[in-house]
């Protein structure tokens, strides 16, 4: 992305980015020497550099449980999000995901860029799957069923009610947020946190992204799937689409709020999780996405650029 750019149109922001670098330099010298963690680790940094940042602050043996964890689900959400996949095919390899992660021959190509790559050389994932402890790979493999399952149940529908949306977001978040805080608790650095708790961080992040991530979403070719409920737009506008038009962007707006009011309701079950919090690395792990959240959704408020651009939060800003 334009660094040199934004560092021209905001100079103030040239420390904290630089820290950033001098951060993910360090990453970088600190990639394993094994060939499967050595893919792990430069996969995640690859398909997200604010992640793989944030990930450092764990020690090592969760840090590996997290990474195999994140990569696992982002290879399932390529197949969720691969509109070439004929449905047929793609119902069983979402129910059976959770079965290949123990698989090493196990490999089904497709997604783009980055993604293609690590549906491509899944077996490492495989393979460093393999050596977390049991009870890691039990927290791992429970939760990539139930997502596999969410996600094949969802696959043809549109989200209709509030209802509806908080159980999508559940499937692909809300049990994120429950298998980190399994992860944590194996690790016996946190007694495990309730359901609710764990479901409503998973949820509050995934909220504020379909939030911000609106235009882009919509303007997408091949067409993908939009999160906006219908029972919420359909309040301000005949067709999501119609939100984009310079003409509606007062109802818009009312739409907006009404979306970022939502999101704002997980908040104080968030503020909760993260004060029952023991371990000050996981505390600093969880908290950073919840903030930069927070940010987001401050900027989205009443803003009419998320239906002209993206809205993102500055590096520096972070
Ligand atoms: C997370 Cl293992 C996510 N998701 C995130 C990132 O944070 C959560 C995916 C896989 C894992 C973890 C996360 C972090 C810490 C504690 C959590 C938690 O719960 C207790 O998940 C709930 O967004 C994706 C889901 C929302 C679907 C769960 C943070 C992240 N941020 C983006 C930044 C951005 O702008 O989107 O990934 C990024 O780094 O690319």
């Keep these: 992305m334009g660094i040199a750019k934004e560092v021209v149109q905001h100079p103030e922001d040239l420390i904290p980015l630089a820290k950033l670098v001098v951060a993910s330099k360090k990453i970088k010298m600190q990639l394993p020497a094994e060939p499967h963690w050595g893919f792990a680790y430069s996969m995640l940094q690859n398909v997200s550099r604010s992640f793989a940042l944030v990930i450092q602050q764990l020690g090592p043996e969760l840090r590996n449980a997290v990474c195999v964890f994140y990569l696992v689900l982002r290879a399932l959400d390529t197949v969720e999000d691969d509109t070439s996949i004929p449905v047929d095919i793609k119902v069983p390899i979402l129910l059976g995901f959770h079965e290949h992660i123990y698989d090493r021959d196990w490999h089904f190509s497709c997604g783009t860029n980055a993604y293609k790559?690590?549906?491509?050389?899944?077996?490492?994932?495989?393979?460093?799957?393999?050596?977390?402890?049991?009870?890691?790979?039990?927290?791992?493999?429970?939760?990539?069923?139930?997502m596999g399952a969410g996600m094949a149940k969802f696959i043809c529908k549109e989200v209709e009610t509030v209802a509806e949306y908080n159980e999508y977001c559940h499937y692909v978040a809300g049990l994120v947020g429950l298998g980190l805080s399994k992860l944590f608790h194996a690790s016996r650095l946190e007694r495990l946190a309730p359901d609710s708790l764990s479901n409503s961080m998973g949820l509050f992040l995934q909220k504020t992204n379909i939030i911000r991530d609106y235009l882009e979403d919509i303007n997408e070719i091949p067409k993908s799937r939009m999160f906006w409920p219908r029972h919420i737009w359909s309040k301000?506008?005949?067709?999501?689409?119609?939100?984009?038009?310079?003409?509606?962007?007062?109802?818009?707006?009312?739409?907006?709020?009404?979306?970022?009011t939502d999101a704002l309701a997980h908040v104080q079950d968030c503020l909760e999780y993260l004060s029952d919090l023991k371990d000050p690395a996981i505390f600093r792990f969880c908290a950073i996405p919840q903030i930069m959240a927070i940010g987001t959704l401050a900027l989205c408020y009443n803003n009419a650029e998320v239906f002209r651009g993206v809205v993102k939060m500055r590096r520096g800003k972070k």
């Design 117 to 146: 790559v690590l549906m491509d050389k899944f077996h490492f994932v495989a393979v460093a799957f393999l050596e977390l402890s049991k009870s890691h790979q039990e927290a791992i493999e429970d939760i990539t069923m139930r």
């Design 236 to 260: 301000y506008a005949n067709k999501l689409e119609d939100l984009k038009h310079e003409e509606n962007s007062l109802k818009a707006v009312q739409c907006l709020n009404d979306m970022v």
